[in-house]
């Protein structure tokens, strides 16, 4: 079983406890279950059972463990967890007279910014 995540995320006026652990071998699952004043709002779920039967190895949970808490980090910071009527409408800040390099750039600066950009595990140019 591998050491998990625990972060809390502040968005707006509230803070979220976000905690992401892998419940091991016996069960090949990472759960990250998203607080708000110690109650569980809303909880993730994913089974590995078949990647693990291949032979999956502790730095690929790992990276899946990661990936799923970043993501969890990420929708708070986004609003997925706003209340109805402070959501804002789908394609807000997206639909503009920007070219698509200056949005891909943006995002990418905004998601470094805000620490959810994931690790870059691709091989390096030459």
Same mark, same amino acid.
């Given at each position: ?37 110690? @109650?569980? *709002?809303?909880?993730?779920?994913? +089974?590995?059972? %078949? $990647? !693990? ?44 007279? @920007?070219? *698509?390099?200056?949005?891909?750039? +943006?995002?990418? %600066? $905004? !998601? ?15």
């Amino acid at each position: 079983m591998l050491t998990g995540f625990n972060t809390d995320v502040h968005h707006d006026d509230r803070t979220f406890h976000v905690q992401t652990e892998d419940r091991g071998p016996d069960n090949p699952i990472i759960e990250t279950l998203i607080y708000e004043g110690g @109650r569980i *709002l809303d909880a993730r779920r994913r +089974d590995y059972s %078949e $990647e !693990a039967g291949n032979g999956l190895d502790r730095e690929r949970v790992s990276t899946l463990l990661e990936r799923q808490h970043l993501n969890v980090v990420r929708d708070i910071r986004l609003g997925k967890y706003d209340p109805a009527e402070r959501r804002k409408p789908f394609g807000d800040g997206i639909i503009s007279d @920007r070219g *698509l390099e200056q949005v891909v750039k +943006d995002f990418i %600066e $905004e !998601a470094a910014e805000a620490g959810t950009l994931p690790p870059h595990h691709g091989k390096e140019s030459q």
